[in-house]
């Protein structure tokens, strides 16, 4: 009912801010104009499309360009999509940046393939920007596609990590058997919370350093079920950096009633004492106790 | 020594048991600091009290004492924010950190009050409406969610310090909360906009961001927001169709 005065208000506020008065500060019309653009996802999106088209087209700041674009994200219609895609692909810096951003916001399928393209040739920040727009969009299985035909261990380590953060389990793990590619999925799977990948190569005593690695990354996953696996790797293995490995997990893990089992269980006074301080650093409750027995025991 | 949040219990007579209770009561008695910070407190609380909001029931009030820990936890774990001294009862993270855990309380007992329950961090089992619509109870609880962060966000100071980023790490907490509500709710677009503000707040918890920087992103949110709670305002069950 009051679309009409909506319009022309924004229409005005628009010419009035372009045309900018001598009067008034470059701020304060800048500020009229983003005002005037807020005002627009108030007005239906066949008229506000071509408002929008025509900012984007205009001498406007980046500033005001970019929240044209959110509007734009904001319309439902094809054609919106189209200009952010034109936009993403034509513009470069922020606008080209921002136009990606809000194709992921957007969730057009068919939007969110066509940056595929320009993934393939964009710079880094281009490449890193389409994989933030992917997961905005949720869209696991277009970071898959990117990491499995990665082209070098960068981009494949990018698009890894996004799918940890994506929690994209089923997809890490076929990309499972990727030549060289162990670190970057282990921290992947710690941070998507992949205990099981994880426990798999934290019990592989083939490569200690990997072996390393994964006990690491269960420790950041943390969980009862993780303070046991640290528990059997430590008692099972011969190698002291891995003892040493499961057992800081075990402190970052906030694992103190194994540490206090490992420390009961010892027969070795170095090994005791380590494992003491390990508790008392942890600021467990059970060191006060295990301290006072050592002391009491002296007497 | 009595912290906050128990005495934040013991101000709504909520999750104490009578032991706890008696403890407080009789540190109140003789000491005069935890007597100033708890009557400083109990003026803050009772200046939010809002009759109309309806109360959650008692185990989704568990549930979200639960969320409140381990989004504290988590807060702890993190290692980008460096931890400082002693807990300043009257700083502004506190102050705020507060107002935003209330907040979102509010948010989701006007959620709750509509017999749905929304995925809590970290696996905790929900039940879900199957129904296609957007539960009008959750855009209620969103649309506090998104004024709360957007009065937050007016109201960090202009410099990057330890307190904005740990406000900052509660607004990112909640907003991961509704995001996975959202999800779960009909609202995929709605989802996409939560999930897109996350990188702008973790650039803002940067500590080492310029004021400049902070200014421009400040502004990105909230006229983001502002568009957003229009849209929500406009027509709240237009996102089950729209995807």
């Known amino acids: 009912m009051h679309l009409l005065p909506k319009i022309l208000f924004v229409s005005l506020a628009l010419f009035v801010a372009n045309t900018s008065i001598a009067q008034e500060s470059a701020d304060d019309a800048e500020q009229l104009k983003i005002a005037a653009l807020e005002a627009l996802i108030s007005a239906p999106p066949d008229r506000a499309l071509p408002i929008v088209e025509k900012v984007l087209a205009g001498d406007h700041s980046d500033e005001v360009k970019s929240r044209a674009l959110f509007i734009l994200s904001q319309i439902d219609l094809p054609e919106a999509q189209a200009i952010l895609l034109t936009t993403a692909s034509s513009q470069s810096g922020e606008l080209q940046l921002e136009a990606i951003r809000m194709i992921g916001i957007g969730g057009d399928p068919e939007t969110l393939a066509a940056l595929r393209g320009i993934y393939d040739t964009g710079d880094i920040e281009v490449k890193e920007s389409i994989l933030h727009a992917y997961l905005i969009a949720d869209d696991s299985a277009a970071v898959f596609e990117i990491a499995a035909n990665a082209v070098d261990d960068d981009e494949f380590e990018q698009a890894v990590q996004m799918l940890g953060v994506m929690g994209a389990t089923d997809e890490l793990a076929k990309l499972r058997d990727r030549d060289g590619s162990t670190e970057s999925l282990i921290h992947a799977y710690a941070i998507s919370g992949d205990y099981e990948s994880l426990r798999v190569l934290a019990t592989d005593s083939s490569d200690p350093e990997q072996q390393m690695q994964a006990i690491h990354g269960l420790s950041i996953v943390g969980g009862e079920q993780v303070g046991t696996t640290l528990m059997e790797i430590y008692r099972s293995t011969d190698n002291a950096e891995v003892k040493e490995s499961a057992v800081h997990s075990m402190m970052i893990a906030d694992y103190d009633e194994g540490v206090l089992e490992l420390y009961r269980a010892s027969q070795d006074s170095n090994e005791k004492r380590d494992l003491l301080q390990l508790l008392v650093m942890m600021d467990s409750e059970a060191a006060l106790q295990i301290i006072d027995e050592t002391l009491g025991g002296g007497q | ?243």
């Open chain 2, 1 to 243: 020594m009595i912290n906050n949040d128990t005495l934040t219990l013991y101000y709504y007579n909520d999750g104490l048991t009578d032991d706890e209770r008696n403890h407080v009561e009789s540190a109140l008695r003789s000491d005069t600091n935890l007597a100033a910070r708890y009557g400083a407190l109990s003026r803050q609380l009772s200046g939010w009290n809002d009759p109309e909001t309806p109360a959650a029931p008692p185990h989704l009030l568990a549930r979200w004492h639960d969320s409140i820990d381990r989004a504290a936890q988590s807060e702890n774990n993190a290692p980008e924010i460096e931890k400082t001294g002693p807990f300043q009862f009257f700083s502004f993270a506190w102050g705020g950190a507060l107002a935003a855990t209330l907040a979102l309380g509010v948010a989701l007992g006007m959620f709750f009050s509509g017999n749905d329950v929304i995925p809590i961090p970290d696996g905790i089992p929900v039940e879900v409406t199957q129904s296609t619509a957007v539960p009008a109870s959750f855009t209620r609880g969103l649309q506090v969610h998104l004024r709360e962060s957007q009065w937050e966000l007016a109201s960090l100071p202009a410099e990057a310090s330890t307190d904005n980023a740990q406000l900052l790490m509660q607004i990112i907490e909640q907003n991961r909360m509704f995001e996975r509500a959202a999800k779960q709710n009909n609202s995929p677009n709605v989802a996409r906009l939560l999930r897109a503000f996350e990188p702008i707040l973790m650039r803002l918890a940067n500590e080492d961001i310029a004021p400049e920087d902070a200014e421009a992103l400040r502004a990105q949110l909230a006229f983001e927001l502002n568009v957003m709670l229009t849209k929500l305002a406009r027509d709240p069950s237009k996102e089950a169709h729209t995807t």
